[in-house]
């Protein structure tokens, strides 16, 4: 059992590392030192070495890290050297979008199931797999024993989404839609906000904009005071 707890931090920068290290190995690379990964995954080396650390990988000085064997121990930590089963609730334009994203499989995430409550959707074939009822999904989780529950409803069916997925047994829970779910302590809950990602890029934006005029504005000044010069 290991001695340090992984801090959620850490945590939450490991597919980081792992994104960075597989684009790695399809460019032929076999070691990489921290500076590299840190500038692959946009962070520091002290962080990456600190990070990697809680796994127990130090690397080798004057050669770096392994990549394929820091691959496979970052997947093990994760829990990617075994498939997740999951349900998507909610088959509208995100659900199905998420149904077709190849991404999943390729990293240990079956899509095992897609429910729905409107009628009009529910026994409609969506890529592979078809529409079934929302009513079913306590059956459906037992049986294809579903480990990770994704909703991409409206922020109105939401609530009821996640809560139904509690009673049937459901303890990962990620969330697309634009609320905020209430869960017991002990079902984690992640939310992918795309509106808030989007703002975000919206501020970055904005600031290099006013940015860019003061530089215009400058560059302006400078110019009219050359042509003022005798």
Avoid: H
């Avoid at 080396?45 to 600190?50: D, G, L, P, W, Y």
């Avoid at 529950?149 to 989404?161: E, F, L, N, S, W």
């Avoid at 795309?194 to 970055?204: A, M, T």
């Amino acid at each position: 059992m290991r001695e340090r707890a992984i801090p959620e931090a850490t945590v939450a920068r490991l597919p980081l590392y792992l994104r960075s290290l597989v684009d790695m190995t399809e460019r032929g690379m076999q070691t990489i030192s921290s500076e590299g990964l840190a500038e692959a995954a946009g962070v520091n080396s002290a962080k990456v070495r600190k990070d990697l650390s809680y796994l127990g990988s130090y690397g080798t000085r004057g050669v770096g890290y392994d990549v394929e064997y820091l691959i496979y121990q970052i997947s093990r930590e994760l829990g990617l050297t075994q498939d997740w089963n999951c349900v998507i609730v909610g088959v509208g334009n995100l659900g199905r979008a998420l149904a077709n994203y190849r991404g999943f499989g390729e990293r240990g995430f079956r899509v095992s199931a897609l429910v729905d409550i409107d009628e009009t959707k529910i026994g409609k074939p969506v890529d592979s797999m078809v529409v079934e009822d929302f009513a079913d999904l306590e059956r459906i989780v037992k049986e294809r024993e579903i480990s990770i529950g994704i909703v991409a409803t409206t922020a109105a069916a939401a609530q009821d989404a996640a809560d139904r997925l509690v009673s049937a047994g459901v303890k990962s829970i990620l969330n697309f839609a634009p609320t905020v779910l209430q869960v017991p302590d002990d079902v984690s809950l992640r939310k992918v906000d795309l509106s808030i990602e989007l703002q975000i890029l919206s501020f970055y934006e904005q600031r290099k904009s006013a940015l860019e005029t003061v530089r215009r504005g400058k560059r302006l000044t400078a110019s009219a005071s050359k042509s003022t010069r005798p």
